[in-house]
């Protein structure tokens, strides 16, 4: 059984477009990689961030709508997304946080990993992670984040359930995780030998208010597969398990099946290929508006109602950006 390498992406709700840019290329470093719309509403931006690259494992996405409500994390949603940092980066992290004004909670641990914790200004719950398990990835060299101390990827996410029994088998049976530990009603499953992206901790918490799908929530995890065949693999286990996953959508940078877990998780199979310098090269990652084939005879009417974007406070974008394509 091939099982999935781990998370490929998060995808979630924000309010405010320019706002989200300024905290997730400005104040957390990660590179803007794909400036795009949402493909099933192509009336908001689908905006991706991760490392130099966008490799499977850094990215994390959203969908801005600038009048999106206040969400709520609830029960049967990914209430927690885990960034991985090297070692020795804790301290240099929350400086930037009092110099920004991110709101953080004091380090901790969990599951022996020094964590903090903090928000995006949507409220979303965020998190770093030490991890001595990274490999070294291709760090964004542009961006106002010390190299020795940058996001490294998405160490993880943490799900809320009211019970883990809901959850479990799809991801072992399906996705191919293996369950490892538990403490504090935290059961952590991984995936993968090592590097980013390989853990699910699964977090029980029974008798909870169920969430507000709005502004600063999690709207989906994808996880990955190596190629279309490992896509179809991952799919007929999903259907062997009576659970009811879409077909193939071509999403242009991924391929992506999607199905909810008993629990209520929107789940994603996202491939690796043809990944994100598909319409544009690795130097231009991000530095335009990308549209599917379908929708580039709407060109001009979509970005003529999408919201001007302009360059974070820090870093400066080059000339020739996304942000000032949709200002004209």
Do not use: C
């Not at 009576?242 to 940078?253: A, C, F, I, S």
Request: glycine share 10%; net charge negative.
């Amino acid at each position: 059984m091939t099982s999935t390498a781990g998370i490929h992406h998060v995808t979630g709700i924000a309010g405010d477009a320019q706002r989200n840019v300024d905290f997730y290329a400005g104040v957390l470093g990660l590179r803007l990689v794909k400036v795009t719309v949402n493909f099933d509403d192509p009336r908001t931006y689908h905006l991706y961030y991760g490392d130099g690259v966008g490799s499977p494992g850094s990215i994390i996405t959203f969908f801005p709508w600038p009048r999106a409500k206040q969400g709520r994390a609830g029960v049967g949603q990914v209430a927690v997304t885990t960034f991985a940092i090297p070692l020795g980066s804790i301290g240099y992290w929350l400086e930037r946080f009092v110099k920004h004004g991110v709101a953080h909670d004091a380090p901790t641990r969990r599951m022996g990993e020094p964590v903090v914790a903090f928000r995006d200004r949507d409220g979303l719950q965020l998190e770093l992670a030490v991890s001595d398990a990274l490999t070294t990835p291709p760090v964004w060299s542009e961006s106002g984040v010390s190299a020795d101390h940058a996001i490294r990827g998405i160490h993880g996410v943490t799900l809320w359930e009211n019970r883990l029994s809901d959850v479990e088998a799809v991801l072992t049976e399906g996705y191919g995780f293996q369950r490892m530990s538990s403490k504090s009603g935290t059961t952590r499953f991984t995936a993968g030998e090592t590097g980013i992206g390989r853990i699910v901790d699964i977090r029980e918490v029974g008798g909870f208010l169920p969430p507000i799908e709005a502004g600063g929530t999690i709207h989906h995890v994808a996880f990955r597969a190596a190629t279309d065949a490992h896509q179809l693999e991952l799919r007929e286990r999903l259907v062997a398990q009576g659970l009811h996953p879409t077909e193939v959508l071509d999403r242009k940078y991924f391929h992506s099946v999607y199905t909810r877990e008993p629990g209520g998780v929107l789940f994603e199979i996202a491939t690796d290929a043809p990944g994100f310098a598909i319409d544009e090269s690795a130097e231009q990652l991000g530095s335009s508006l990308q549209l599917p084939s379908r929708l580039e005879a709407e060109r001009a009417t979509i970005s003529a109602r999408l919201p001007a974007l302009h360059p974070p406070l820090m870093p400066p974008l080059h000339e020739g950006s996304a942000f000032t394509e949709t200002n004209s």
